[in-house]
């Protein structure tokens, strides 16, 4: 009898985390406690903090924008931050921040269904009216930033979103824009963990 031949091992889609041969650096003692923090909190170290560890004033400042504009109080809530990521990457096709965010999106809302309909088509949703206000014009300012004018913003506040909430839906639709481009350019591959990452209902 020929013995079956033996299943080829799997290779780890996040390994290496970018396409650049780039040396991490030395982090400094902020940055290390940072990533000291992931892991306590997350089991493991975002693949995006990795990609900017060959140079640390990236790092940091990447880190620094990365926190104040999705977990820093704001009028928008966390999960509204969320949505936004996901929606921009969706229009973007962004590998590492739909898997990413996705996930954040699943674990925000206990509701799996909702985060793929993110990932996918955020128009599918069932969205309350200020929800689909703030994904139409993140959704427009990615794709048609020079058709922005004031009857978009006059839209976002009809819906009860106060001027700096527009700001924070601009921010956040415009680092995400970044974000994607970035790792779209260096093939950034979301940790393996993102994958699995909440998706049962919550009862």
């Known amino acids: 009898m020929v013995p079956a ?10 390994a290496p985390a970018i396409a650049l041969a780039l040396p991490p650096a030395e982090l400094d003692p902020a940055n290390r406690a940072y990533f000291d923090k992931c892991m306590e909190k997350l089991g493991f170290i975002p693949n995006v903090l990795q990609a900017y560890g ?11 924008m990365y926190n104040d504009l999705m ?9 509204e931050r969320e949505m936004i990521a996901v929606a921009v990457s969706s229009v ?13 999106v699943r674990q925000l809302s206990g509701d799996p269904i909702l985060g793929e309909q993110m990932v996918m088509n955020y128009r599918a949703a069932r969205l309350d009216p200020r929800q689909r206000a703030m994904l139409d014009f993140a959704v427009k300012l990615t794709e048609r930033p020079h058709e922005v004018e004031e009857e ?13 909430d527009i700001w924070d839906v601009a921010a956040v639709t415009a680092f995400f824009n970044m974000s994607n481009r970035i790792a779209s350019a ?3 591959r979301p940790n393996e ?11």
């Open 5 to 14: 031949a033996a299943a080829p091992a799997r290779l780890r889609d996040d």
């Open 54 to 64: 060959f140079d640390v004033p990236k790092l940091s400042a990447f880190a620094a």
């Open 71 to 79: 977990l820093a109080p704001s009028g928008l809530s966390k999960l």
């Open 92 to 104: 973007n096709r962004c590998y590492y921040c739909l898997t990413a965010h996705g996930a954040a």
């Open 152 to 164: 978009d913003r006059a839209g976002l506040r009809r819906v009860g979103l106060s001027e700096r």
């Open 186 to 188: 260096t093939d950034m």
């Open 193 to 203: 963990a993102y994958h699995a990452q909440a998706r049962t209902l919550r009862a």
